[in-house]
């Protein structure tokens, strides 16, 4: 019971953390057609901005977290104006300019900041203890914490008129442009939403594990998983994908080891693609 | 009528590669460093591995797991050489070999992907070959690496591996480029351009896809091979993704409209960070300079350079004709 305890909280935190990470990636994908290989790095330098608010300069956590994450966002509008726009429609040149991203600030943040472990100071210390369950207030925190922000992206999505057109845009571009949708607006919000995401994602990781200018690495192979499971073009999708993806790595990893369980995550993957090549929940889009 | 300057010999690029052929083989007689001399073979064995991937790429397929190929074809090779004491010769080949059988069994139900799923796929089957190999970490070494491969060449100097991988890399790009510009190799790009045209007029498209894949894939297990008894010592962080992206980023910035795009952008991205091994760290910002130089002032990438400086002299001397405009669009 201990066991079957911690994995469901382990899997929901990861899980949690999964969905945070590929929605932007998703968002990005479905919306702008943009393959960002650079989305781990995104989450890398979210964490570290926090970390410089906080321990460098000596804010309060909290505050330190919302101001990262404005920072990331006027970020995610620098990315989209002069790396992504240029660009729009173009796929070789992305992959080259996400690719180029992910070296510059992944070499970036090595260089001047130090290629060693650290770790943000934890937001709220102590256990939680409720029957059978025992969890650290950190991981219930961060449950809670991606649990709210899902729900407030799913409203953002379904009820608000920038979340339609954001859906439009991702369907048919052409065909939301005529319906006098801006698509660079459009675009620059879902970049900056993207990029904010994968900032709460970098600084929850941090403060629950540890930050380092390489773990952007691990976290986009999954997010890629995820996205290319659930199908290219459905956000909502992203939420099993993300699940799935969550639960069989919080899960398997205890009863086998990790590299057979990574091969059985893989392989389930690419039997899925084969049954349906676009995804569970994805229809075509390029 | 197809144009084949390697048969007609109209086309002036054949006397270009035949005289760098002549200069490579002559640059051990003149330079003497065995530092340069090792950064060519590193070159040599990439452009076999990024000349395939572009070879797949003709038929409207990238693949992302073209490291993860190259793995197999470097583990087969010293499993097959280290523990069975087969001579490494032989087991290239047979590397090169069970590269193209993998690749065709996976590439059968892969080819019912298609675009950026297909691409994905691949990219799984990379990292999946990767855990895989880490699975078997008694025989392939896992993340720490595998010493004591058997080598080619009994001889500690370079330079009979600089000529044995100079020919190897010759012959296997005449054989890339024979196939792209053969019947097949039209075919290829008929398919690229619109499956569903190709398949309207008789062209098995399904087939031609796995056999561009199947065939670019044994290019890579060659290449993965070669590295293996070249460098006799190896690690799995030669054959992650992120080895995957560089192979595609070679391409990318050599060009991948055109023939000499991965050898020119293998050739400058593989020689400058491995001579600037004192700024070791700051190599991949270096890396990343010059895709965004390609990106922003190259929409043809390095091997389109050429035209597009010949263009601007044309626009400035006598202004555009019709014709000019199409010969430096071509």
């Known amino acids: ?286 | 009528m197809l144009k084949n300057p390697f048969v007609t010999g109209r086309n002036k690029t054949v006397y270009i590669y035949v005289g760098l052929v002549i200069v490579l083989l002559l640059f051990p007689l003149v330079v003497s460093s065995t530092f340069y001399i090792h950064i060519l073979i590193l070159s040599f064995i990439y452009v076999i591995a990024a000349g395939s991937l572009r070879l797949i790429s003709t038929s409207g397929q990238i693949s992302m797991g073209h490291a993860g190929f190259m793995g197999i074809g470097a583990y087969v090779s010293i499993y097959l050489s280290k523990f069975l004491g087969v001579s490494p010769w032989i087991s290239m080949a047979i590397a090169a070999l069970i590269t193209l059988i993998i690749a065709l069994i996976v590439g059968i139900p892969f080819a019912r992907l298609r675009g950026i799923y297909f691409t994905m796929i691949t990219l799984f089957f990379g990292l999946g070959a990767l855990s895989i190999e880490q699975l078997f970490s008694d025989y392939t070494g896992g993340y720490s690496g595998i010493a004591g491969i058997p080598a080619l060449f009994s001889t500690d100097s370079k330079i009979p591996y600089y000529y044995f991988f100079l020919i190897l890399v010759t012959v296997c790009l005449i054989i890339m480029f024979r196939l792209e510009h053969s019947r097949i190799g039209q075919t290829w790009k008929a398919v690229a351009q619109s499956y569903s045209v190709a398949s309207s007029i008789g062209i098995n498209e399904l087939q031609q896809r796995v056999l561009v894949f199947a065939i670019g894939c044994a290019f890579a297990g060659l290449a993965g091979a070669g590295l293996a008894h070249y460098s006799l010592v190896l690690s799995q962080s030669n054959f992650n993704l992120l080895a995957s992206m560089y192979l595609i980023v070679y391409v990318l910035v050599g060009g991948i409209a055109s023939f000499a795009g991965p050898i020119i952008g293998t050739a400058i991205l593989v020689m400058i960070p491995e001579m600037s091994r004192s700024l070791k760290d700051y190599v991949p910002l270096l890396f990343a300079a010059i895709m965004l130089i390609v990106l922003f002032t190259m929409p043809k990438g390095l091997a389109g350079l050429p035209a597009q400086v010949k263009g601007w002299f044309h626009r400035k001397n006598k202004g555009n004709t019709p014709k000019e405009v199409i010969n430096n669009a071509s």
């Not at chain 1, 968002?27 to 321990?55: E, K, R």
């Not at chain 1, 099993?240 to 369980?261: D, H, T």
């Open chain 1, 1 to 286: 019971m201990e066991t079957a305890s911690t994995c469901i909280m382990n899997g929901l935190v990861t899980s949690a953390m999964y969905i945070l990470v590929s929605l932007g990636f998703a968002l990005l994908l479905s919306i702008m057609g943009i393959f960002n290989f650079a989305h781990g790095a995104i989450y890398m330098v979210g964490g570290f901005v926090t970390y410089g608010f906080s321990v460098a300069l000596g804010i309060n956590p909290w505050a330190s977290f919302v101001l990262s994450i404005i920072v990331m966002g006027l970020f995610g509008l620098f990315l989209e104006k002069f790396c992504f726009r240029p660009f729009m429609g173009n796929a070789n040149s992305m992959m080259i300019m996400s690719i180029a991203l992910i070296f510059i600030l992944e070499t970036g943040a090595n260089i001047w900041l130090g290629g060693w472990t650290r770790a943000l100071p934890s937001f709220i210390p102590g256990v939680l203890k409720a029957g059978f369950f025992s969890v650290t207030w950190e991981r219930f925190l961060t449950l809670i914490i991606g649990a709210v922000l899902l729900v407030l992206m799913t409203l953002l999505i379904n009820k608000t008129t920038i979340g339609q057109q954001m859906l439009a845009v991702a369907q048919d571009k052409t065909g939301a442009a005529l319906q006098g949708i801006n698509i660079n607006r459009t675009a620059a919000f879902a970049t900056a939403l993207a990029c904010m995401m994968a900032c709460v994602a970098g600084t929850l990781m941090a403060a629950l594990l540890s930050l380092n200018p390489y773990m952007g690495d691990s976290i986009l192979n999954k997010a890629i998983e995820v996205v290319i499971l659930s199908g290219i073009g459905s956000i909502g999708g992203v939420f099993f994908g993300g699940l799935i993806i969550g639960f069989l790595n919080a899960v398997l990893p205890v009863f086998i080891s990790s590299a057979l369980s990574e091969t059985i995550v893989l392989v389930i993957i690419m039997v899925i693609l084969l049954i349906r090549p676009k995804g569970l929940f994805g229809y075509e889009l390029f």
